[in-house]
């Protein structure tokens, strides 16, 4: 099956700082990948959809200036999370889609945390 | 209103049970319908998907979509330990966005 990984799979990081997470597509290419969170005990909440060499496309209610999104090759997308604060502490996942195929493969999630 | 309704549970059989998921959504333009597995701290995993009403089989797996409902199952057969997760249902329509369930914990007891 296509294959998705995400990097890191944890991360610990003091408030103000900013993270990066990784998502890579390594046997498919993806002209578009897809960012979620989830917390505890809850669904998957779309955040934004990672378009490569444009713009991504942010969910309602959605900082785009806080998630950056930048998708700069048909197998790579990174989501930063610019000034962490506690709330922003959860668990991040990516998805993509081979072509011509029907449903979304995900990555292994990051487990993000903000002290 | 949501779009898809999924019972959270949790929901507990003993080992060698039937497991019987539900949901249910709103949103006539759904056209494709999954059904996720995702263990603890660990992106979700793709098990089945459908595109029309009727029945799909794989393995222990059974999905049941009737559109007509707007309601979609997935079936276990013969539950293993190994079962135990989260199920989520998720539904596309045109633009290639998943709209989720809640997700049912189910636990497979020995």
């Known amino acids: 099956g296509a294959v998705v990984s995400q990097h890191p799979s944890w991360v610990i990081c003091k408030s103000g700082t900013s993270v990066k997470i990784e998502c890579r597509s390594l046997?498919?290419?993806?002209?578009?990948m897809f960012w979620y969170r989830q917390f505890p005990k809850q669904s998957l909440m779309l955040m934004a959809t990672?378009?490569?060499?444009?713009?991504?496309?942010?969910e309602q209610g959605v900082e785009k200036d806080k998630f950056l999104i930048n998708h700069a090759s048909l197998t790579l997308s990174t989501l930063t999370v610019t000034s962490a604060h506690p709330e922003d502490s959860s668990f991040y996942i990516c998805?993509?889609?081979?072509?011509?195929?029907?449903?979304?493969?995900f990555g292994q999630g990051t487990r993000l945390t903000v002290v | 209103q949501k779009e898809v309704e999924q019972d959270p549970g949790p929901l507990s059989v003993p080992e060698g049970a039937i497991v019987s998921l539900n949901c249910t959504y709103s949103?006539?333009?759904?056209?494709?319908f999954m059904w996720y597995r995702q263990y603890s701290r660990k992106g979700p995993e793709l098990l089945m998907y459908?595109?029309?009403?009727g029945n799909k089989e794989d393995g222990r797996f059974t999905a049941q979509v009737d559109k007509s409902s707007k309601y979609i199952s997935l079936f276990i057969r013969d539950s293993q330990p190994s079962d135990s997760a989260t199920y989520l249902c998720a539904m596309m329509g045109g633009n290639e966005k998943l709209t989720f369930g809640t997700g049912t914990r189910l636990t497979i007891i020995p």
């Open positions: 990672s378009n490569e060499g444009s713009k991504a496309t942010y």
């Open positions: 949103n006539s333009a759904f056209q494709y």
């Open positions: 998805s993509a889609r081979p072509p011509g195929l029907v449903g979304a493969f």
């Open positions: 459908t595109y029309s009403s």
């Open positions: 046997d498919f290419q993806a002209t578009t």
